[in-house]
Every structure is written in structure tokens, then in C-alpha cells.
T-cell receptor, first 114, second 117 residues
Framework: AQSVTQPDIHITVSEGASLELRCNYSYGATPYLFWYVQSPGQGLQLLLK??????LVQGIKGFEAEFKRSQSSFNLRKPSVHWSDAAEYFC????????????FGAGTILRVKS | GAVVSQHPSWVICKSGTSVKIECRSL??????MFWYRQFPKQSLMLMATSNEGSKATYEQGVEKDKFLINHASLTLSTLTVTSAHPEDSSFYICSARFLAGGLATQYFGPGTRLTVL
């Protein structure tokens, strides 16, 4: 069965520090991978996506993610966190074979301390 | 580009009434839209896949007679919660599938907060 694991429920980082949010997946098809961010009471905003090709993808707001097939991972990174990055981050996996439906991780809440 | 809107953003209704939520893709056509439900401090749960011009496909455990979905045009899908009860109170989010080069990306609406009294 398809599954997505975000092992960290909460992460707290200092403003200006680097950030890495972990995502591991188990999927029976060639995965398409996404990171979304959600502020409280809001919908989801797409940060970045990976379909194929270069395994390091750049997204909006200075985020990047690296697809590592051997580790079944798609970790999200940012070199310097801003207070406005505080939100909940969701990793999601989809595939054409499954009707492009997304399977979401449980989410990671990012807190930024000044 | 790829903007999705939802209306209303919040609604309060009495138990037993029906509530309709609209999801629109504003700058692209979407033959497929998805409806999710999100409980507090939880991830998104897919309720159904809405297909333009055909019946929606519901996930296991979702009552299709309670959550009516209509995808009448390439830019609009509606979710009607019929005979709403307090346990239907939740945050409902839609997404629209954007296709480019055969590759699909879901863009999400801002969500609708439903409170049933």
C-alpha cells in the first residue's frame, strides 16, 4: 500500500538557521512528489514538485528538495529560515497509475523562534 | 497562474440543513477536482474525486448520498453536505488537477470551515 511518512510532528528552529524536513514514501509505482505548506485556517500552497529528471528541485520561497530513490526520500530544505515560514508542511506522493490521487504525510509543524 | 477558489470560506448552519460549497479553477480548466476533509491537527483525507461530466468517485467509507458532488463544468465542482449534523463540522478543501505535458499537479483552494450547530 502507498504511504508517506513524515517522522517529525513538530520542529523548532531559530530564525536564520537551516531547515530540513524529512519525508519517506512507500509506493508501488513511479512516484510524483510534492511539498505543500499550510498556514492556519488556510488551504495548501504548492512549494515544489518532482516528476523526473534532476533530483534536486527548486521551489518558491527559497525552498528546495532532493529526491533520493535509493532511500525513498524527498526531504525539504531551506538554508535560512524566516519567521514567516512558520506553518505546517505536508509531503505528498501521487502517480498516474493511481489516478493522480495524492497520498499525504501527517504533516510537520514548523515553529520559528527569534 | 493555477488559482483555485472556494466559496464560502466559512459557513454556520443548523443541524438538518444542507450546505453547498463551490470550488472553482479560475485560470485553467480542470476535468478532475478532488474534495478533502481535514480534522483539527490532522492531515487531509480524500473524500472523493470529481470528474467533469460524470459521476464522482468516492473513497471507501464516504457516504455518497450525504456528500453530493456535481462537476458540471470544466471550472466548477460543488460539494453539498446534505442533512448536516454536528459531526460533519470540519474544514473542507478542494483541489483542481492541472495538466501540463501529461503531468498532473493539484492546486488547492483556501478551504471552507463548516460548523453545524
Amino acid at each position: 500500500a502507498q504511504s508517506v511518512t513524515q517522522p517529525d510532528i513538530h520542529i523548532t528552529v531559530s530564525e536564520g538557521a537551516s531547515l530540513e524536513l524529512r519525508c519517506n514514501y512507500s509506493y508501488g509505482a513511479t512516484p510524483y512528489l510534492f511539498w505543500y505548506v499550510q498556514s492556519p485556517g488556510q488551504g495548501l500552497q504548492l512549494l515544489l514538485k518532482y516528476f523526473s529528471g534532476d533530483t534536486l528541485v527548486q521551489g518558491i520561497k527559497g525552498f528546495e528538495a532532493e529526491f533520493k530513490r535509493s532511500q525513498s526520500s524527498f526531504n525539504l530544505r531551506k538554508p535560512s529560515v524566516h519567521w514567516s515560514d512558520a506553518a505546517e508542511y505536508f509531503c505528498a506522493v501521487g502517480a498516474r497509475e493511481y489516478g493522480n490521487k495524492l497520498v499525504f504525510g501527517a504533516g510537520t509543524i514548523l515553529r520559528v523562534k527569534s | 497562474g493555477a488559482v483555485v477558489s472556494q466559496h464560502p470560506s466559512w459557513v454556520i448552519c443548523k443541524s438538518g440543513t444542507s450546505v453547498k460549497i463551490e470550488c472553482r479553477s479560475l485560470d485553467f480548466q480542470a476535468t478532475t477536482m478532488f474534495w478533502y476533509r481535514q480534522f483539527p491537527k490532522q492531515s487531509l483525507m480524500l473524500m472523493a474525486t470529481s470528474n467533469e461530466g460524470s459521476k464522482a468517485t468516492y473513497e471507501q467509507g464516504v457516504e455518497k448520498d450525504k456528500f453530493l458532488i456535481n462537476h458540471a463544468s470544466l471550472t466548477l465542482s460543488t460539494l453539498t453536505v446534505t442533512s448536516a449534523h454536528p459531526e460533519d463540522s470540519s474544514f473542507y478543501i478542494c483541489s483542481a488537477r492541472f495538466l501540463a505535458g501529461g503531468l498532473a499537479t493539484q492546486y488547492f483552494g483556501p478551504g471552507t470551515r463548516l460548523t453545524v450547530l
